[in-house]
Protein backbone atom coordinates (compact mmCIF):
# COMPACT_ATOMS: atom_id res chain seq x y z
CA UNK A 1 0.00 0.00 0.00
CA UNK A 2 1.46 3.41 -1.53
CA UNK A 3 1.31 6.72 0.82
CA UNK A 4 -0.59 9.28 0.75
CA UNK A 5 -0.18 13.04 1.03
CA UNK A 6 -1.41 14.62 4.39
CA UNK A 7 -1.96 18.20 4.46
CA UNK A 8 -2.79 20.43 7.18
CA UNK A 9 -5.22 23.69 7.07
CA UNK A 10 -2.21 25.72 6.68
CA UNK A 11 -0.75 23.69 3.51
CA UNK A 12 -4.39 24.02 1.81
CA UNK A 13 -4.54 27.81 3.11
CA UNK A 14 -1.11 28.64 2.05
CA UNK A 15 -1.58 27.02 -1.25
CA UNK A 16 -4.95 29.42 -1.77
CA UNK A 17 -3.23 31.99 -1.28
CA UNK A 18 -0.61 31.70 -3.32
CA UNK A 19 -3.10 30.95 -6.32
CA UNK A 20 -4.98 34.07 -5.07
CA UNK A 21 -2.05 36.24 -5.37
CA UNK A 22 -1.22 34.74 -8.82
CA UNK A 23 -4.50 35.62 -10.17
CA UNK A 24 -4.96 38.81 -9.16
CA UNK A 25 -1.39 40.16 -10.49
CA UNK A 26 -1.98 38.59 -13.57
CA UNK A 27 -5.79 40.79 -13.74
CA UNK A 28 -3.55 43.50 -12.84
CA UNK A 29 -1.72 42.73 -15.66
CA UNK A 30 -3.73 41.90 -18.31
CA UNK A 31 -5.23 45.67 -17.25
CA UNK A 32 -2.55 47.16 -17.73
CA UNK A 33 -1.75 45.74 -20.96
CA UNK A 34 -4.91 46.60 -22.50
CA UNK A 35 -5.04 50.64 -21.21
CA UNK A 36 -1.43 51.20 -22.95
CA UNK A 37 -2.64 49.44 -25.93
CA UNK A 38 -5.94 51.79 -25.18
CA UNK A 39 -3.81 55.17 -24.82
CA UNK A 40 -1.35 54.14 -27.92
CA UNK A 41 -4.83 53.53 -30.30
CA UNK A 42 -6.21 56.99 -28.75
CA UNK A 43 -2.95 59.03 -28.61
CA UNK A 44 -2.08 58.02 -32.05
CA UNK A 45 -5.64 59.04 -34.13
CA UNK A 46 -5.04 62.21 -36.18
CA UNK A 47 -7.54 64.07 -37.29
CA UNK A 48 -7.25 62.73 -41.08
CA UNK A 49 -7.38 59.23 -39.51
CA UNK A 50 -10.85 60.28 -37.46
CA UNK A 51 -9.03 61.81 -34.49
CA UNK A 52 -8.76 65.04 -33.94
CA UNK A 53 -6.45 68.71 -34.67
CA UNK A 54 -4.25 69.02 -31.03
CA UNK A 55 -3.61 72.80 -31.34
CA UNK A 56 -2.13 72.94 -27.86
CA UNK A 57 -1.58 69.45 -26.73
CA UNK A 58 -3.49 69.41 -23.67
CA UNK A 59 -6.22 67.19 -24.85
CA UNK A 60 -4.01 64.37 -26.20
CA UNK A 61 -2.14 64.49 -22.80
CA UNK A 62 -5.16 64.30 -20.91
CA UNK A 63 -5.52 60.72 -22.26
CA UNK A 64 -4.77 58.19 -19.99
CA UNK A 65 -5.56 55.16 -17.91
CA UNK A 66 -4.93 53.69 -14.48
CA UNK A 67 -5.95 49.85 -13.40
CA UNK A 68 -7.61 50.20 -9.80
CA UNK A 69 -7.77 47.43 -7.67
CA UNK A 70 -10.09 47.70 -4.22
CA UNK A 71 -10.50 51.35 -5.09
CA UNK A 72 -6.23 51.55 -5.23
CA UNK A 73 -4.85 52.80 -7.98
CA UNK A 74 -1.89 49.93 -8.87
CA UNK A 75 -0.68 50.99 -12.47
CA UNK A 76 -1.41 53.93 -14.47
CA UNK A 77 -0.21 56.42 -17.41
CA UNK A 78 -0.88 60.08 -18.12
CA UNK A 79 2.31 61.00 -20.05
CA UNK A 80 2.70 62.08 -23.53
CA UNK A 81 5.03 64.22 -25.24
CA UNK A 82 4.21 67.03 -28.54
CA UNK A 83 7.68 68.25 -29.69
CA UNK A 84 9.77 66.76 -26.39
CA UNK A 85 7.88 68.64 -24.42
CA UNK A 86 5.15 67.04 -21.60
CA UNK A 87 1.82 69.24 -21.20
CA UNK A 88 1.18 69.46 -17.56
CA UNK A 89 -2.25 70.95 -17.59
CA UNK A 90 -3.82 67.67 -19.97
CA UNK A 91 -2.22 65.16 -17.71
CA UNK A 92 -2.99 67.09 -14.23
CA UNK A 93 -6.88 67.02 -15.32
CA UNK A 94 -6.36 63.35 -16.24
CA UNK A 95 -5.10 63.10 -12.82
CA UNK A 96 -7.82 64.77 -11.68
CA UNK A 97 -10.58 63.04 -13.21
CA UNK A 98 -8.86 58.92 -12.29
CA UNK A 99 -9.09 60.76 -8.90
CA UNK A 100 -12.47 61.37 -8.59
CA UNK A 101 -13.79 57.97 -11.07
CA UNK A 102 -11.63 55.47 -8.59
CA UNK A 103 -13.89 55.67 -5.95
CA UNK A 104 -16.68 54.29 -7.45
CA UNK A 105 -14.38 50.69 -7.87
CA UNK A 106 -13.90 50.25 -4.65
CA UNK A 107 -14.77 46.35 -4.77
CA UNK A 108 -13.09 44.38 -7.74
CA UNK A 109 -10.79 45.76 -10.43
CA UNK A 110 -11.00 48.30 -12.92
CA UNK A 111 -9.72 49.74 -16.05
CA UNK A 112 -10.64 53.64 -16.53
CA UNK A 113 -9.54 55.14 -19.95
CA UNK A 114 -10.19 59.02 -19.64
CA UNK A 115 -9.82 61.96 -21.70
CA UNK A 116 -9.41 64.47 -18.86
CA UNK A 117 -9.87 68.01 -20.33
CA UNK A 118 -13.20 69.01 -19.83
CA UNK A 119 -14.20 69.66 -23.98
CA UNK A 120 -13.60 66.24 -24.91
CA UNK A 121 -16.68 65.63 -25.21
CA UNK A 122 -17.60 68.52 -27.02
CA UNK A 123 -14.83 67.73 -29.49
CA UNK A 124 -16.16 63.87 -29.58
CA UNK A 125 -19.84 65.27 -30.12
CA UNK A 126 -18.51 67.16 -33.25
CA UNK A 127 -18.00 63.52 -35.11
CA UNK A 128 -14.35 63.88 -33.65
CA UNK A 129 -12.96 60.31 -32.29
CA UNK A 130 -10.89 61.20 -29.10
CA UNK A 131 -11.33 58.04 -26.94
CA UNK A 132 -15.00 56.43 -28.09
CA UNK A 133 -13.40 54.31 -31.06
CA UNK A 134 -10.54 53.12 -28.68
CA UNK A 135 -12.30 52.18 -25.98
CA UNK A 136 -14.57 50.30 -28.12
CA UNK A 137 -11.44 48.76 -29.04
CA UNK A 138 -9.78 48.04 -25.99
CA UNK A 139 -12.70 47.02 -24.33
CA UNK A 140 -12.65 44.05 -26.88
CA UNK A 141 -9.36 43.31 -26.34
CA UNK A 142 -10.05 43.25 -22.70
CA UNK A 143 -12.75 40.54 -22.83
CA UNK A 144 -10.72 38.41 -25.27
CA UNK A 145 -7.86 38.79 -22.56
CA UNK A 146 -10.12 37.53 -20.01
CA UNK A 147 -11.31 34.77 -21.26
CA UNK A 148 -8.16 34.06 -21.87
CA UNK A 149 -6.97 34.53 -18.30
CA UNK A 150 -10.12 32.20 -17.10
CA UNK A 151 -8.93 29.56 -19.74
CA UNK A 152 -5.40 29.49 -17.36
CA UNK A 153 -6.90 29.31 -14.36
CA UNK A 154 -9.16 27.08 -14.86
CA UNK A 155 -6.23 24.44 -16.01
Known amino acids: MGLSPRFTRADVRNAIEKRRILFRKAVINRLELVGWEFVKMAREKTASSGGFNDVTGNLRSSIGFAVVD ?55 SKGKDVITGSSLEAESILKAAIDKLKDRMNR
Open 70 to 124: HGTVKKENYEVSKGGQKKAEGIQEAKNFIRTLKGNFDDGFALIVVAGMGYAAAVE
